[in-house]
């Protein structure tokens, strides 16, 4: 298993940048997938970014962004810190939720993979974007 903890949210106004991070430990974010989510009042929680390592002996891997967030979302990771990071630029009020970090050990291809997919989750941390 493996325990997450993020933060980083907070008030933003429309087109700032905020960074979120996501600490790991009891195991290596290299054995995972790795995930951002987000969850909007009275909505059902989405798949915002996610990231999976190539291969256990590259620094580098695949990731998958949410339609929405392409071009202004990135994720990345520090293997050393073992942390994944979410930066998001351009922010838009409906960016607005609380965002989780997640990992889980499936293969299913990013594209595809669905949240109950993953089996680790951290506490969330609030991201309000105002106009």
């Known amino acids: 298993q493996v325990q997450l903890v993020e933060s980083g949210g907070g008030l933003v106004q429309a087109g700032g940048s905020l960074r979120l991070s996501c600490v790991a430990s009891?195991?290596?974010?290299?054995?995972?997938?790795a995930g951002w989510f987000r969850q909007a009042p009275g909505k059902e929680r989405e798949s915002v970014a996610l990231?999976?390592?190539?291969?256990?002996?590259?620094?580098?891997?695949?990731?998958n962004y949410a339609d929405s967030v392409r071009g202004r979302f990135t994720i990345s990771r520090d293997g050393a810190k073992n942390t994944v990071y979410l930066q998001m630029n351009s922010l838009k009020p409906e960016d607005t939720g609380v965002y989780y970090c997640?990992?889980?050990?499936?293969?299913?291809?990013?594209?595809?993979?669905?949240?109950?997919?993953?089996?680790?989750w951290g506490q969330g941390t609030q991201v309000t974007v105002s106009s």
């Open positions: 990231f999976r390592w190539d291969s256990p002996n590259l620094n580098y891997g695949t990731t």
């Open positions: 009891g195991s290596s974010f290299k054995s995972w997938t």
């Open positions: 997640a990992a889980g050990r499936s293969l299913t291809p990013l594209t595809t993979m669905r949240d109950y997919e993953f089996s680790s």
